[in-house]
């Protein structure tokens, strides 16, 4: 069964950091991007970095960038969310997702993780 399991979110204070960690089963990460979400209470999901599949390239929104590092361990089979310098718009649950190669759209979806932020 294919899964994505998001884990290490919770409580944070203000301009600390935190790591998010998603967890992939039975997927090929030289086949499949995976892409961080996040969605706020009342507004729209926003995607904030994605890793692309074979080569890992990186990409982020402007939002997180300089703040926030994706990466990935192949032998784990698991995408990290290394999030520095957080500030109360970070506040949100944080999902990943896996977009195939070629694919258009992000077809699967872990359950997401809370990260809140406080002052």
Not at 75 to 84: A, D, E, F, I
Not at 92 to 111: E, K, L, M, N, S
Request: contains cysteine.
């Amino acid at each position: 069964q294919i899964q994505l399991v998001e884990s290490g979110g919770g409580a944070v204070q203000f301009g600390g950091s935190l790591r998010l960690s998603c967890t992939i089963s039975n997927l090929n990460l030289d086949y499949w991007a995976i892409g961080w979400f996040r969605q706020a209470p009342g507004k729209k999901r926003e995607g904030i970095s994605c890793i692309s599949s074979r080569d890992g390239m990186t990409d982020y929104a402007d939002s997180v960038k300089g703040r926030f590092t994706i990466s990935r361990d192949l032998r784990k089979n698991t995408v990290y969310l290394q999030m520095n310098s957080v500030q109360s718009v970070d506040t949100a649950v944080y999902y990943c997702a896996a977009q195939r190669v070629g694919g258009t759209t992000y077809d699967i979806w872990g359950q997401g993780t809370q990260v809140t932020v406080s002052s």
